[in-house]
């Protein structure tokens, strides 16, 4: 296959419109499921979630953006959306709500432009993995009483906290009809990996969840005989089409707030779905972080102008597009023209399907971020990264989102502090380079630490055609989790470049675990 770099855009779409058709399309069916429910459970019309999933494939894909990734709405962004209409005044806010995307989007689409996309690597593995497992508690919080067919008024505004000890009552008032349906097309979400063989795991499982919640709303006639809430509802939307957004509250703390939360969450979350969907793809290209970032930002624009959602390059839909044998950024555009026709052709079937199926899909994404494996992996990591990991998991729920990742940061500098990092080293990259022939030896002086990672990778990339490149680590007396997440990523990209790099003296520094990369240092005797 040639990629773009090696042929001109109509060669790309000739020699891959196939495999990306038919990958677009299989995305397609996991998208629009998803999307309803996402916008939903955020507080915008349901609809909306379809619209930025579309702007996701449509727009997007006319940048230079990562080639396999997909473009829409996310579940790990509900919380901030649903947070954002509470603070904003409401179901009135969705407005408000909007221009805070959009101004977001403009200070991405400058962050882009000004190359800062590594600017993501300050913030600690342990605190955004914490991060997300929060935000899949709240989601799960907030749509187990929608899967049970609870009527609104019974949890909504309700604190996440508050809304797990209410558990046992919202199974007590639950409606019947459509709890059980809730919790079939939960099973078929939680099951469909063990027990879907051959084709029928071909088919995504939000899509048999549809197969098997629409028809029963149609059988039982749940339009006529169950409460208005019980349908997702569309109305008319292309009479809805235009521009929504107000920047009323641009001059209030609260709406600052909020745009900082979607730039952070955003851009975090997508830049985490590249760096895991690159060793993925079967071509070994190398994403622009900057590129991939400048494309969401445009989308998330154009999304916020006309009402739509804040999106991001989205992990299980990314992955799924790979296993449908994807080749370039085309499918994801193909998934946005499908997605065109759905809101064309389809919305009287769309309006056929139960909100309670769509909470089992979004409980199911909730689990995947909070799921007991990532506790047990962060603690496996080091004991320090699962006491951030929980600190974060902990201030998010009691407080928000912006105050939990901010606690698990701080507390990995006094962590890192205690440990005998300087203050004068933490944002210091102190190093030694010595050129040997072709290749280089880079000597760390300093600790090598989350805080002070994004001035160490600014002089290894100067270094790209040294080879070999040696990192030493001799004097080196402290290097922490996530600068050696780094290096992983680092020491994948030279191999893929084909130029050696070699790693010396680490395995003088004390790990903290048996885990490859958890946090070395110099004496064991002082190790927390």
Known sequence: MKTKSQSSFSEVLAQNWRSDLLSGFMVFLLALPLSLGIAKA??????????????????????????????????????????????FGGDQAWPMVTAAVMVAAGIQILIALARWGSLSDFFPAAAVHGMLAAIGIIIIAKQFPVLMGVAPEAYKGRAPLELLTLFPGFV??????????????????????????????????????????????????????????????????????GFHFDFGLVGQFVFWKYVFMFLVVNTLESLLTVKAIDPMDPYHRKSDYNGDLLGLGFGNFVSGALGGLPMISEVVRSSSNVAYGARTKWSNFFHGVFLLLAMIFLIPLIEKIPNAALAAMLIFAGWRLTSPKHFIHTYHIGPEQLAIFLLTVVVTLAEDLLLGIAAGMFFKFVLHWIRGVQWNEFFKADYRLEHTGNGAIFYFKSPAIFSNLLSFKKQLNKLHNE??????????????????????????????????????????LQAVSGYKTSTRRRSKNNLI
């Open 42 to 87: 955020s507080g915008y019309p349901a609809a909306m979630g379809v619209l930025t999933a579309m702007v996701g494939g449509l727009v997007t894909s006319f940048f230079k953006v990562a080639p396999l990734t997909i473009k829409g709405p996310a579940a790990g962004l509900i919380t901030i959306c649903s947070g954002a209409f509470l603070e």
């Open 172 to 241: 007590a008032s639950c409606n019947p009809h459509l709890a059980v349906l809730g919790l079939t097309s939960a099973l078929i979400m939680f099951l469909h990996p063990v027990w879907a063989k051959g084709w029928v795991k071909t088919v995504p499982a939000p899509m048999w969840v549809l197969l098997v919640a629409v028809p029963a709303s149609v059988l039982f006639n749940f339009s006529a005989t169950e409460p208005a809430y019980a349908l997702v509802s569309i109305g008319n939307f292309w009479g809805q089409f």
């Open 467 to 508: 080879s070999p490149l040696v990192l030493d680590f001799s004097d080196c007396k402290f290097v922490d989790h996530t600068f050696l997440e780094f290096m992983g990523q680092f020491e994948r990209e030279r191999d893929q470049a084909s130029k050696p790099l070699i790693i010396r003296n680490l395995e003088h």
